[in-house]
């Protein structure tokens, strides 16, 4: 993985070695958008989309305040994937982002 990396870091991954994947990040995030829904790209089976990071109006105890908030999008092959166990996923993908130590001390 670390070489994979590298190599796509700096240019150097061939065409082949980039397809017939089974899961992809689509980091739309980086242009700017608030939020898309990307399409999965048969032979995978999911995608999962990082938007862009935006100050937003929440409520927070009983104040509005100004967070930080992200969106993140899954598009999953249900002849697959489980809906139940997608939504799983992606709801612990969101607390990993939330608290990132969870991924150091497996909590």
Same mark, same amino acid.
């Given at each position: 993985?670390? =070489?994979?990396?590298?190599?796509?870091?700096?240019?150097?991954?061939?065409?082949? $070695?980039? @397809? *017939?994947?089974?899961?992809?990040?689509?980091? !739309?995030?980086?242009?700017?958008?608030?939020?898309?829904?990307?399409?999965?790209?048969?032979?995978?089976?999911?995608?999962?989309? @990082?938007? !862009?990071?935006?100050? *937003?109006?929440?409520?927070?105890? =009983?104040?509005? $305040?100004?967070?930080?908030?992200?969106?993140? !999008?899954?598009?999953? =092959?249900?002849?697959?994937? =489980?809906? *139940?166990?997608?939504?799983?996923?992606? *709801?612990?993908?969101?607390?990993?982002? $939330?608290?990132?130590?969870?991924?150091?001390?497996? @909590?």
């Amino acid at each position: 993985m670390a =070489d994979i990396a590298i190599r796509a870091q700096t240019n150097n991954l061939a065409l082949e $070695e980039m @397809i *017939r994947g089974t899961f992809s990040i689509n980091n !739309s995030g980086a242009y700017g958008a608030l939020l898309s829904m990307p399409i999965i790209n048969i032979p995978q089976s999911a995608i999962m989309a @990082i938007h !862009s990071i935006q100050n *937003r109006a929440v409520i927070a105890n =009983d104040k509005m $305040e100004a967070r930080p908030m992200m969106y993140l !999008s899954l598009s999953y =092959d249900h002849r697959l994937v =489980d809906g *139940r166990e997608a939504v799983y996923f992606l *709801r612990n993908v969101k607390e990993l982002i $939330e608290d990132p130590r969870k991924m150091l001390i497996d @909590i």
